[in-house]
Protein backbone atom coordinates (compact mmCIF):
# COMPACT_ATOMS: atom_id res chain seq x y z
CA UNK A 1 0.00 0.00 0.00
CA UNK A 2 0.99 3.63 -0.62
CA UNK A 3 -0.34 6.78 0.07
CA UNK A 4 0.64 9.58 -2.10
CA UNK A 5 1.31 12.81 -0.19
CA UNK A 6 -1.10 15.58 -2.12
CA UNK A 7 -0.14 17.66 -4.53
CA UNK A 8 2.26 20.78 -3.31
CA UNK A 9 2.47 18.93 -0.05
CA UNK A 10 6.31 17.66 1.25
CA UNK A 11 7.09 14.17 -0.43
CA UNK A 12 4.89 14.86 -3.64
CA UNK A 13 5.99 14.67 -7.00
CA UNK A 14 3.39 17.45 -7.94
CA UNK A 15 3.17 20.89 -7.53
CA UNK A 16 0.75 22.27 -10.26
CA UNK A 17 1.47 26.00 -11.43
CA UNK A 18 -0.95 28.32 -9.76
CA UNK A 19 -2.27 29.19 -13.55
CA UNK A 20 -2.01 27.23 -16.46
CA UNK A 21 -2.26 28.72 -20.33
CA UNK A 22 -3.20 27.32 -23.50
CA UNK A 23 -0.62 25.74 -25.70
CA UNK A 24 0.21 27.05 -28.80
CA UNK A 25 2.49 26.83 -31.58
CA UNK A 26 5.08 25.13 -28.83
CA UNK A 27 4.35 27.69 -26.36
CA UNK A 28 2.17 28.77 -23.58
CA UNK A 29 0.20 31.43 -24.92
CA UNK A 30 -2.33 33.84 -22.52
CA UNK A 31 -6.36 34.02 -23.39
CA UNK A 32 -6.96 37.17 -25.80
CA UNK A 33 -9.62 37.73 -23.54
CA UNK A 34 -7.17 37.66 -20.21
CA UNK A 35 -9.60 35.64 -18.93
CA UNK A 36 -9.38 32.42 -16.12
CA UNK A 37 -11.39 29.50 -14.31
CA UNK A 38 -10.99 27.54 -11.76
CA UNK A 39 -9.96 24.27 -11.62
CA UNK A 40 -11.21 22.27 -8.66
CA UNK A 41 -10.13 18.85 -7.11
CA UNK A 42 -13.22 16.70 -6.44
CA UNK A 43 -11.06 14.68 -3.46
CA UNK A 44 -11.31 17.58 -1.39
CA UNK A 45 -13.83 20.25 -3.52
CA UNK A 46 -11.31 22.99 -3.63
CA UNK A 47 -9.68 25.08 -6.17
CA UNK A 48 -6.19 24.28 -7.02
CA UNK A 49 -5.15 26.08 -10.28
CA UNK A 50 -6.40 28.78 -12.49
CA UNK A 51 -6.75 27.66 -16.24
CA UNK A 52 -6.92 30.18 -19.68
CA UNK A 53 -10.67 30.54 -20.63
CA UNK A 54 -10.26 29.90 -24.25
CA UNK A 55 -12.65 31.91 -26.70
CA UNK A 56 -13.32 31.81 -30.45
CA UNK A 57 -10.21 34.09 -30.98
CA UNK A 58 -8.22 31.64 -28.92
CA UNK A 59 -8.97 28.75 -31.08
CA UNK A 60 -8.38 30.92 -34.60
CA UNK A 61 -4.80 31.65 -32.72
CA UNK A 62 -4.58 27.61 -32.54
CA UNK A 63 -5.68 26.76 -35.78
CA UNK A 64 -3.18 29.57 -37.45
CA UNK A 65 -0.88 27.36 -36.06
CA UNK A 66 -2.23 24.11 -36.60
CA UNK A 67 -2.67 25.34 -40.24
CA UNK A 68 1.07 26.66 -40.26
CA UNK A 69 2.73 23.45 -39.03
CA UNK A 70 0.59 20.82 -40.93
CA UNK A 71 2.09 20.93 -44.51
CA UNK A 72 5.30 19.85 -43.16
CA UNK A 73 4.34 17.14 -40.88
CA UNK A 74 2.16 15.64 -43.28
CA UNK A 75 5.16 15.59 -45.06
CA UNK A 76 7.25 13.54 -42.70
CA UNK A 77 7.77 9.94 -42.99
CA UNK A 78 5.64 7.17 -41.26
CA UNK A 79 8.97 5.99 -39.76
CA UNK A 80 9.45 9.90 -38.56
CA UNK A 81 5.71 10.38 -36.92
CA UNK A 82 6.07 6.49 -35.48
CA UNK A 83 9.60 7.77 -33.67
CA UNK A 84 8.18 10.82 -32.02
CA UNK A 85 4.41 8.80 -31.19
CA UNK A 86 7.28 6.21 -29.47
CA UNK A 87 8.97 8.76 -27.58
CA UNK A 88 5.91 10.08 -26.46
CA UNK A 89 4.89 6.72 -24.77
CA UNK A 90 8.51 6.60 -23.46
CA UNK A 91 8.11 9.73 -21.20
CA UNK A 92 4.47 8.79 -20.20
CA UNK A 93 6.11 5.49 -19.10
CA UNK A 94 9.00 7.39 -16.83
CA UNK A 95 6.65 9.85 -15.33
CA UNK A 96 3.93 7.41 -14.14
CA UNK A 97 3.44 8.33 -10.81
CA UNK A 98 3.66 11.87 -11.28
CA UNK A 99 0.64 11.75 -14.15
CA UNK A 100 -1.03 9.56 -11.88
CA UNK A 101 -1.02 11.78 -9.10
CA UNK A 102 -2.04 14.63 -11.51
CA UNK A 103 -4.81 12.64 -13.18
CA UNK A 104 -6.09 11.47 -9.65
CA UNK A 105 -6.42 15.43 -8.22
CA UNK A 106 -7.88 16.63 -11.46
CA UNK A 107 -10.01 13.56 -11.67
CA UNK A 108 -11.15 12.27 -8.14
CA UNK A 109 -9.97 8.56 -9.49
CA UNK A 110 -8.23 6.43 -7.09
CA UNK A 111 -4.68 6.76 -7.91
CA UNK A 112 -4.33 2.86 -8.95
CA UNK A 113 -6.48 3.21 -11.99
CA UNK A 114 -4.31 5.99 -13.58
CA UNK A 115 -0.85 4.41 -12.46
CA UNK A 116 -2.18 0.17 -13.61
CA UNK A 117 -4.60 0.89 -16.35
CA UNK A 118 -4.93 4.49 -17.97
CA UNK A 119 -1.54 5.49 -18.31
CA UNK A 120 -0.13 2.39 -19.76
CA UNK A 121 -2.80 1.97 -21.80
CA UNK A 122 -1.98 5.80 -23.05
CA UNK A 123 1.48 4.74 -23.88
CA UNK A 124 0.42 1.65 -24.83
CA UNK A 125 -1.90 3.37 -27.86
CA UNK A 126 1.02 5.28 -28.92
CA UNK A 127 3.37 2.41 -29.31
CA UNK A 128 0.35 1.10 -31.48
CA UNK A 129 -0.42 3.76 -33.94
CA UNK A 130 3.24 4.40 -34.39
CA UNK A 131 3.76 0.52 -35.22
CA UNK A 132 -0.12 0.56 -37.35
CA UNK A 133 1.34 4.07 -39.70
CA UNK A 134 4.60 1.94 -40.48
CA UNK A 135 3.13 -0.71 -41.41
CA UNK A 136 -0.35 0.89 -43.72
CA UNK A 137 0.95 -0.30 -47.33
CA UNK A 138 -1.11 1.47 -50.37
CA UNK A 139 -2.65 -0.02 -53.12
CA UNK A 140 -2.33 0.07 -56.93
CA UNK A 141 -4.38 -1.56 -59.77
CA UNK A 142 -3.31 -2.44 -63.14
CA UNK A 143 -6.34 -1.10 -65.57
CA UNK A 144 -4.96 -2.00 -68.63
CA UNK A 145 -1.77 -2.74 -70.70
CA UNK A 146 -0.98 1.24 -69.97
CA UNK A 147 -2.86 2.23 -67.26
CA UNK A 148 -2.23 1.74 -63.52
CA UNK A 149 -4.53 3.28 -60.78
CA UNK A 150 -1.99 4.57 -57.71
CA UNK A 151 -4.07 4.87 -54.33
CA UNK A 152 -2.38 6.82 -51.29
CA UNK A 153 -3.38 8.01 -47.89
CA UNK A 154 -2.95 11.27 -47.18
CA UNK A 155 -3.83 12.97 -44.01
CA UNK A 156 -6.66 15.40 -43.95
CA UNK A 157 -4.56 18.59 -42.49
CA UNK A 158 -5.69 20.19 -39.50
CA UNK A 159 -8.31 18.61 -36.81
CA UNK A 160 -10.53 19.32 -33.64
CA UNK A 161 -10.79 17.14 -31.08
CA UNK A 162 -13.05 17.32 -27.84
CA UNK A 163 -12.98 15.25 -24.77
CA UNK A 164 -15.00 14.44 -21.94
CA UNK A 165 -13.60 14.57 -18.18
CA UNK A 166 -14.02 10.82 -17.03
CA UNK A 167 -10.19 9.74 -18.55
CA UNK A 168 -8.64 13.27 -19.18
CA UNK A 169 -5.45 11.84 -20.38
CA UNK A 170 -6.27 8.58 -21.72
CA UNK A 171 -9.12 10.21 -23.71
CA UNK A 172 -6.92 12.56 -25.29
CA UNK A 173 -4.21 9.88 -26.10
CA UNK A 174 -7.56 7.66 -27.81
CA UNK A 175 -7.64 10.69 -30.35
CA UNK A 176 -4.23 12.41 -30.34
CA UNK A 177 -2.76 8.92 -31.28
CA UNK A 178 -4.28 8.00 -34.46
CA UNK A 179 -4.73 11.89 -35.37
CA UNK A 180 -0.98 12.92 -35.08
CA UNK A 181 0.40 9.17 -36.55
CA UNK A 182 -1.90 10.00 -39.62
CA UNK A 183 0.29 13.43 -40.04
CA UNK A 184 -2.67 16.02 -39.48
CA UNK A 185 -1.74 18.99 -36.94
CA UNK A 186 -4.47 19.10 -34.11
CA UNK A 187 -6.09 21.65 -32.05
CA UNK A 188 -7.52 19.42 -28.69
CA UNK A 189 -10.22 21.29 -25.84
CA UNK A 190 -10.04 19.27 -22.89
CA UNK A 191 -12.78 19.22 -20.27
CA UNK A 192 -13.48 22.17 -18.56
CA UNK A 193 -13.83 19.71 -15.38
CA UNK A 194 -10.06 18.22 -15.53
CA UNK A 195 -8.09 20.41 -17.74
CA UNK A 196 -4.84 20.58 -15.96
CA UNK A 197 -3.24 16.41 -15.84
CA UNK A 198 -3.31 17.16 -19.71
CA UNK A 199 -1.29 20.35 -19.28
CA UNK A 200 1.11 18.50 -17.37
CA UNK A 201 1.43 16.17 -19.78
CA UNK A 202 1.70 18.63 -22.18
CA UNK A 203 4.75 19.85 -19.76
CA UNK A 204 6.59 16.44 -20.64
CA UNK A 205 6.01 15.92 -24.35
CA UNK A 206 4.93 19.53 -25.53
CA UNK A 207 8.67 20.38 -27.01
CA UNK A 208 8.88 16.13 -28.76
CA UNK A 209 6.46 17.47 -31.63
CA UNK A 210 7.26 20.42 -34.15
CA UNK A 211 5.60 23.70 -32.83
CA UNK A 212 1.68 23.99 -34.03
CA UNK A 213 1.59 20.17 -34.43
CA UNK A 214 -0.87 19.87 -31.07
CA UNK A 215 -2.29 22.51 -29.86
CA UNK A 216 -4.38 22.47 -26.70
CA UNK A 217 -6.99 25.73 -26.21
CA UNK A 218 -8.72 25.04 -22.41
CA UNK A 219 -12.26 26.42 -21.73
CA UNK A 220 -15.91 25.53 -21.64
CA UNK A 221 -18.12 23.85 -24.19
CA UNK A 222 -19.83 26.74 -25.76
CA UNK A 223 -17.39 29.49 -25.46
CA UNK A 224 -14.12 27.40 -27.01
CA UNK A 225 -15.96 24.04 -27.97
CA UNK A 226 -18.09 25.28 -30.66
CA UNK A 227 -15.83 27.74 -32.75
CA UNK A 228 -13.07 25.04 -32.79
CA UNK A 229 -16.00 22.28 -34.17
CA UNK A 230 -17.86 24.68 -36.19
CA UNK A 231 -14.92 26.17 -37.68
CA UNK A 232 -14.86 25.72 -41.37
CA UNK A 233 -10.74 25.75 -40.92
CA UNK A 234 -11.03 22.39 -39.71
CA UNK A 235 -10.90 18.59 -42.10
CA UNK A 236 -12.70 16.67 -39.00
CA UNK A 237 -14.01 17.20 -35.85
CA UNK A 238 -13.49 14.25 -33.05
CA UNK A 239 -15.46 14.52 -30.41
CA UNK A 240 -16.66 12.13 -27.09
CA UNK A 241 -19.45 12.94 -24.99
CA UNK A 242 -23.01 13.07 -24.21
CA UNK A 243 -25.19 12.16 -26.94
CA UNK A 244 -26.99 15.18 -26.99
CA UNK A 245 -23.75 17.16 -27.62
CA UNK A 246 -22.77 14.93 -29.88
CA UNK A 247 -25.74 15.87 -31.82
CA UNK A 248 -24.59 19.54 -31.89
CA UNK A 249 -21.67 19.05 -32.46
CA UNK A 250 -22.61 16.64 -35.98
CA UNK A 251 -24.98 19.81 -36.76
CA UNK A 252 -21.40 21.96 -37.11
CA UNK A 253 -19.89 19.71 -38.68
CA UNK A 254 -22.41 19.45 -41.78
CA UNK A 255 -22.63 23.06 -41.98
CA UNK A 256 -19.09 23.03 -43.46
CA UNK A 257 -19.13 19.12 -44.28
CA UNK A 258 -16.70 17.75 -42.67
CA UNK A 259 -16.96 14.15 -41.26
CA UNK A 260 -16.98 13.46 -37.40
CA UNK A 261 -15.96 10.74 -34.96
CA UNK A 262 -18.58 10.58 -32.03
CA UNK A 263 -17.98 8.66 -28.81
CA UNK A 264 -20.72 9.25 -27.09
CA UNK A 265 -23.38 7.76 -23.82
CA UNK A 266 -24.29 4.31 -23.04
CA UNK A 267 -26.50 2.24 -20.76
CA UNK A 268 -24.37 -0.89 -21.00
CA UNK A 269 -26.35 -4.40 -20.10
CA UNK A 270 -24.50 -7.11 -18.01
CA UNK A 271 -25.84 -10.42 -18.69
CA UNK A 272 -25.18 -13.20 -16.00
CA UNK A 273 -27.06 -16.55 -17.27
CA UNK A 274 -27.87 -19.15 -15.14
CA UNK A 275 -24.79 -21.49 -15.98
CA UNK A 276 -21.92 -19.24 -14.30
CA UNK A 277 -23.33 -21.05 -10.76
CA UNK A 278 -22.10 -24.35 -11.53
CA UNK A 279 -18.94 -23.06 -13.66
CA UNK A 280 -15.63 -23.71 -11.38
CA UNK A 281 -15.16 -21.12 -8.26
CA UNK A 282 -12.33 -18.97 -10.23
CA UNK A 283 -14.74 -18.23 -12.84
CA UNK A 284 -18.04 -17.86 -10.60
CA UNK A 285 -15.79 -15.45 -8.58
CA UNK A 286 -14.65 -13.70 -11.99
CA UNK A 287 -18.35 -13.04 -12.98
CA UNK A 288 -18.82 -11.20 -9.30
CA UNK A 289 -15.99 -8.86 -10.27
CA UNK A 290 -17.33 -7.98 -13.47
CA UNK A 291 -20.88 -7.16 -11.70
CA UNK A 292 -18.88 -5.05 -8.99
CA UNK A 293 -17.62 -3.28 -12.20
CA UNK A 294 -20.39 -0.86 -11.82
CA UNK A 295 -18.66 1.21 -9.52
CA UNK A 296 -15.09 1.28 -11.69
CA UNK A 297 -14.00 4.37 -12.06
CA UNK A 298 -17.46 5.41 -10.13
CA UNK A 299 -19.26 4.44 -12.63
CA UNK A 300 -18.09 7.73 -14.78
CA UNK A 301 -17.45 5.07 -17.48
CA UNK A 302 -19.35 5.49 -21.06
CA UNK A 303 -19.19 1.74 -20.79
CA UNK A 304 -20.71 0.86 -17.38
CA UNK A 305 -22.01 -2.15 -16.75
CA UNK A 306 -24.91 0.16 -15.33
CA UNK A 307 -27.57 -2.25 -16.36
CA UNK A 308 -27.66 -5.98 -15.16
CA UNK A 309 -29.53 -9.03 -16.25
CA UNK A 310 -29.76 -11.28 -14.25
CA UNK A 311 -31.11 -15.30 -14.65
CA UNK A 312 -34.02 -15.79 -12.83
CA UNK A 313 -33.19 -19.45 -11.44
CA UNK A 314 -29.61 -17.47 -9.69
CA UNK A 315 -31.32 -14.32 -9.40
CA UNK A 316 -31.78 -14.08 -5.51
CA UNK A 317 -28.11 -15.68 -4.80
CA UNK A 318 -26.03 -14.15 -7.59
CA UNK A 319 -27.60 -10.82 -5.74
CA UNK A 320 -26.81 -11.40 -2.62
CA UNK A 321 -22.96 -12.62 -2.99
CA UNK A 322 -22.45 -9.06 -5.38
CA UNK A 323 -24.15 -7.15 -2.64
CA UNK A 324 -22.05 -7.75 0.04
CA UNK A 325 -19.07 -8.42 -2.36
CA UNK A 326 -19.92 -4.77 -3.80
CA UNK A 327 -20.23 -3.74 0.27
CA UNK A 328 -16.77 -4.43 1.05
CA UNK A 329 -15.10 -2.20 -1.83
CA UNK A 330 -13.26 0.42 -0.15
CA UNK A 331 -13.67 3.78 -0.56
CA UNK A 332 -11.28 6.20 0.34
CA UNK A 333 -8.69 8.86 -0.22
CA UNK A 334 -8.07 8.73 -3.97
CA UNK A 335 -4.09 9.02 -3.79
CA UNK A 336 -4.22 5.81 -1.36
CA UNK A 337 -3.17 2.85 -3.53
CA UNK A 338 -5.82 0.60 -1.95
CA UNK A 339 -8.98 2.58 -2.14
CA UNK A 340 -11.17 1.29 -5.12
CA UNK A 341 -13.87 3.72 -5.06
CA UNK A 342 -12.66 7.65 -5.48
CA UNK A 343 -14.58 11.11 -5.64
CA UNK A 344 -17.12 11.46 -8.64
CA UNK A 345 -15.30 14.42 -10.76
CA UNK A 346 -17.42 17.35 -10.65
CA UNK A 347 -20.11 18.91 -7.81
CA UNK A 348 -22.51 19.05 -10.87
CA UNK A 349 -21.93 15.53 -11.29
CA UNK A 350 -22.19 14.43 -7.98
CA UNK A 351 -25.76 16.31 -7.81
CA UNK A 352 -26.86 14.62 -10.95
CA UNK A 353 -25.68 11.00 -9.51
CA UNK A 354 -27.87 11.96 -6.56
CA UNK A 355 -30.89 13.85 -7.61
CA UNK A 356 -31.21 10.08 -10.27
CA UNK A 357 -30.97 8.05 -7.20
CA UNK A 358 -34.18 10.27 -5.75
CA UNK A 359 -35.71 9.66 -8.67
CA UNK A 360 -35.33 5.74 -8.61
CA UNK A 361 -36.73 5.90 -5.25
CA UNK A 362 -39.71 7.72 -6.30
CA UNK A 363 -40.52 5.41 -8.83
CA UNK A 364 -40.53 2.50 -7.04
CA UNK A 365 -36.87 0.65 -7.38
CA UNK A 366 -35.46 -1.26 -4.63
CA UNK A 367 -32.38 -0.29 -2.98
CA UNK A 368 -30.07 -2.94 -2.16
CA UNK A 369 -26.86 -1.26 -0.83
CA UNK A 370 -26.11 2.37 -0.95
CA UNK A 371 -27.97 4.93 -1.81
CA UNK A 372 -26.35 8.02 -0.43
CA UNK A 373 -23.94 10.77 -0.64
CA UNK A 374 -20.98 9.27 1.27
CA UNK A 375 -18.86 11.24 3.70
CA UNK A 376 -15.82 10.35 3.98
CA UNK A 377 -14.44 12.91 6.97
CA UNK A 378 -11.39 14.91 7.14
CA UNK A 379 -9.99 16.37 4.35
CA UNK A 380 -12.22 14.85 2.49
CA UNK A 381 -15.39 15.74 4.05
CA UNK A 382 -15.96 18.42 1.12
CA UNK A 383 -15.28 15.87 -1.53
CA UNK A 384 -17.67 14.39 -3.79
CA UNK A 385 -18.39 10.78 -2.69
CA UNK A 386 -21.51 8.49 -3.63
CA UNK A 387 -21.58 5.42 -2.11
CA UNK A 388 -21.72 2.37 -4.58
CA UNK A 389 -25.62 1.98 -5.08
CA UNK A 390 -27.41 -1.08 -6.14
CA UNK A 391 -31.15 -0.59 -6.85
CA UNK A 392 -33.93 -3.48 -8.02
CA UNK A 393 -36.51 -2.53 -10.66
CA UNK A 394 -37.86 -2.68 -14.17
CA UNK A 395 -35.85 -1.97 -17.60
CA UNK A 396 -38.33 0.30 -18.29
CA UNK A 397 -37.49 3.12 -15.18
CA UNK A 398 -35.62 5.70 -15.90
CA UNK A 399 -32.88 4.12 -13.72
CA UNK A 400 -32.59 1.65 -16.28
CA UNK A 401 -32.84 4.18 -19.46
CA UNK A 402 -30.73 7.11 -18.99
CA UNK A 403 -27.43 7.75 -18.44
CA UNK A 404 -26.63 8.59 -14.63
CA UNK A 405 -22.70 8.04 -15.24
CA UNK A 406 -22.20 7.38 -11.24
CA UNK A 407 -21.25 4.14 -9.19
CA UNK A 408 -25.14 3.19 -9.84
CA UNK A 409 -26.36 -0.45 -10.99
CA UNK A 410 -30.13 -1.04 -11.96
CA UNK A 411 -30.65 -4.93 -11.19
CA UNK A 412 -33.18 -6.79 -13.06
CA UNK A 413 -34.35 -10.74 -13.57
CA UNK A 414 -35.03 -12.07 -17.44
CA UNK A 415 -36.70 -15.35 -17.96
CA UNK A 416 -34.47 -17.37 -21.16
CA UNK A 417 -32.38 -16.07 -23.35
CA UNK A 418 -35.14 -14.00 -25.16
CA UNK A 419 -36.11 -12.41 -22.79
CA UNK A 420 -32.45 -11.30 -21.81
CA UNK A 421 -31.49 -10.03 -25.48
CA UNK A 422 -34.95 -8.19 -25.76
CA UNK A 423 -34.24 -6.50 -22.27
CA UNK A 424 -30.33 -5.76 -23.62
CA UNK A 425 -31.38 -4.33 -26.37
CA UNK A 426 -34.76 -2.00 -25.42
CA UNK A 427 -32.13 1.16 -25.32
CA UNK A 428 -31.23 4.16 -27.03
CA UNK A 429 -27.87 2.91 -26.63
CA UNK A 430 -25.40 0.43 -28.02
CA UNK A 431 -22.38 0.98 -26.77
CA UNK A 432 -21.00 -1.86 -24.41
CA UNK A 433 -22.29 -4.94 -22.88
CA UNK A 434 -20.94 -7.76 -21.07
CA UNK A 435 -22.08 -11.64 -21.24
CA UNK A 436 -21.14 -14.18 -18.35
CA UNK A 437 -21.75 -18.13 -19.01
CA UNK A 438 -20.04 -21.14 -19.97
CA UNK A 439 -21.83 -21.92 -22.46
CA UNK A 440 -20.02 -20.98 -25.57
CA UNK A 441 -22.83 -20.99 -27.68
CA UNK A 442 -24.89 -19.12 -25.52
CA UNK A 443 -22.01 -16.59 -25.36
CA UNK A 444 -21.09 -16.34 -28.71
CA UNK A 445 -25.07 -15.77 -29.81
CA UNK A 446 -25.28 -13.43 -27.31
CA UNK A 447 -22.20 -11.45 -28.33
CA UNK A 448 -24.04 -11.41 -31.89
CA UNK A 449 -27.26 -10.55 -31.04
CA UNK A 450 -26.69 -7.79 -28.43
CA UNK A 451 -26.88 -4.31 -30.75
CA UNK A 452 -23.68 -3.10 -29.14
CA UNK A 453 -20.15 -1.99 -31.19
CA UNK A 454 -18.04 -3.64 -27.98
CA UNK A 455 -19.40 -7.14 -26.56
CA UNK A 456 -17.24 -8.35 -23.08
CA UNK A 457 -17.56 -11.81 -23.38
CA UNK A 458 -16.71 -13.40 -19.76
CA UNK A 459 -14.50 -10.38 -19.47
CA UNK A 460 -15.42 -6.73 -18.49
CA UNK A 461 -13.54 -3.27 -19.30
CA UNK A 462 -10.48 -4.38 -20.90
CA UNK A 463 -9.66 -1.42 -23.54
CA UNK A 464 -6.51 -3.11 -25.19
CA UNK A 465 -4.95 -0.87 -28.38
CA UNK A 466 -6.00 -2.70 -31.20
CA UNK A 467 -9.54 -3.71 -30.42
CA UNK A 468 -11.84 -1.45 -32.51
CA UNK A 469 -14.15 0.71 -30.00
CA UNK A 470 -17.43 2.63 -30.55
CA UNK A 471 -20.89 2.57 -30.49
CA UNK A 472 -24.10 0.97 -32.32
CA UNK A 473 -27.44 3.11 -32.32
CA UNK A 474 -27.04 6.50 -30.11
CA UNK A 475 -23.83 5.88 -28.91
CA UNK A 476 -21.78 7.27 -31.68
CA UNK A 477 -20.12 7.08 -35.21
CA UNK A 478 -17.05 5.52 -35.94
CA UNK A 479 -14.49 3.51 -34.42
CA UNK A 480 -11.06 4.23 -32.32
CA UNK A 481 -8.14 2.08 -30.67
CA UNK A 482 -7.48 -0.15 -33.56
CA UNK A 483 -6.17 0.81 -37.08
CA UNK A 484 -9.59 1.64 -38.76
CA UNK A 485 -8.97 4.73 -36.96
CA UNK A 486 -6.60 5.58 -38.99
CA UNK A 487 -9.53 6.09 -42.23
CA UNK A 488 -11.18 8.34 -39.58
CA UNK A 489 -8.09 10.28 -40.41
CA UNK A 490 -6.69 10.21 -43.42
CA UNK A 491 -8.19 10.80 -46.95
CA UNK A 492 -7.42 8.90 -50.07
CA UNK A 493 -5.56 9.96 -53.63
CA UNK A 494 -6.21 8.21 -56.47
CA UNK A 495 -3.50 8.78 -58.85
CA UNK A 496 -4.53 7.66 -62.58
CA UNK A 497 -1.16 7.18 -64.27
CA UNK A 498 -0.75 6.29 -68.26
CA UNK A 499 2.12 4.71 -68.95
P1 LIG B 1 -20.26 16.73 -22.48
O1 LIG B 1 -20.90 16.40 -23.77
O2 LIG B 1 -20.98 17.61 -21.53
O3 LIG B 1 -18.84 17.45 -22.71
C1 LIG B 1 -17.82 16.84 -23.46
C2 LIG B 1 -16.95 17.91 -24.06
O4 LIG B 1 -17.73 18.67 -24.98
C3 LIG B 1 -16.38 18.91 -23.05
O5 LIG B 1 -15.06 19.23 -23.43
C4 LIG B 1 -17.29 20.12 -23.23
O6 LIG B 1 -16.67 21.34 -22.90
C5 LIG B 1 -17.60 20.05 -24.71
N1 LIG B 1 -18.85 20.71 -25.13
C6 LIG B 1 -19.99 20.84 -24.41
N2 LIG B 1 -20.90 21.52 -25.15
C7 LIG B 1 -20.33 21.79 -26.34
C8 LIG B 1 -20.77 22.46 -27.52
N3 LIG B 1 -21.99 22.98 -27.62
N4 LIG B 1 -19.92 22.56 -28.55
C9 LIG B 1 -18.67 22.02 -28.49
N5 LIG B 1 -18.19 21.40 -27.39
C10 LIG B 1 -19.02 21.27 -26.34
O7 LIG B 1 -19.88 15.35 -21.83
P2 LIG B 1 -19.20 15.10 -20.41
O8 LIG B 1 -20.24 15.29 -19.39
O9 LIG B 1 -17.93 15.85 -20.33
O10 LIG B 1 -18.78 13.56 -20.52
C11 LIG B 1 -19.60 12.53 -20.15
C12 LIG B 1 -20.18 11.87 -21.38
O11 LIG B 1 -19.13 11.38 -22.21
C13 LIG B 1 -21.02 10.67 -21.03
O12 LIG B 1 -22.20 10.72 -21.77
C14 LIG B 1 -20.17 9.49 -21.48
O13 LIG B 1 -20.87 8.34 -21.80
C15 LIG B 1 -19.46 10.06 -22.65
N6 LIG B 1 -18.23 9.30 -22.92
C16 LIG B 1 -18.21 8.49 -24.02
C17 LIG B 1 -17.07 7.73 -24.32
C18 LIG B 1 -17.03 6.85 -25.54
O14 LIG B 1 -15.95 6.45 -25.91
N7 LIG B 1 -18.17 6.55 -26.16
C19 LIG B 1 -15.96 7.81 -23.49
C20 LIG B 1 -16.01 8.65 -22.37
C21 LIG B 1 -17.16 9.40 -22.12
Redesign the pocket.
Known amino acids: MTIYAQPGTEGSKVTFKPRYEHWIGGQWVKPVKGQYFEDITPVTGKPFAEVARGTAEDIDAALDAAHKAAPAWGKTSPTERAAVLNKIADVIDANLELLAVAETWDNGKPVREPLNADLPLASDHFRYFAAAIRAQDGDHAELDADTVAYQFHEPLGVVGQ ?6 PIL ?1 AV ?1 KLAPALAAGNAVVL ?5 TPVSILVLIELIGDILPPGVLNIVN ?4 E ?3 P ?2 SSPRIRKIA ?8 R ?2 SQ ?1 ASANLIPVTL ?4 KSPNIFFKDIADADDAFYDKAQEGFALFAFNQG ?4 APSRALIHKPIYDSFLDTVTARTAKAIQGNPLDTDTQVGAQASND ?1 LEKILSYIDIGKQEGAKVRLGGERADLGGDFAEGYYVQPTIFEGHNKMRLFQE ?1 I ?1 GPVVAVTSFEDYDDAISIANDTLYG ?1 GAGVWSRNGNVAYRAGRDIQAGRVWVNNYHAYPAGAA ?3 YKS ?2 IGR ?1 NNKLALDHYQQTKNLLVSY
Not at 239 to 246: C, M, W, Y
Not at 263 to 266: D, R
Open positions: IIPWNFMWKPAEQGFGVAGKLAFTGETSTGLIYELGGEVCTQEFLFGGSGE
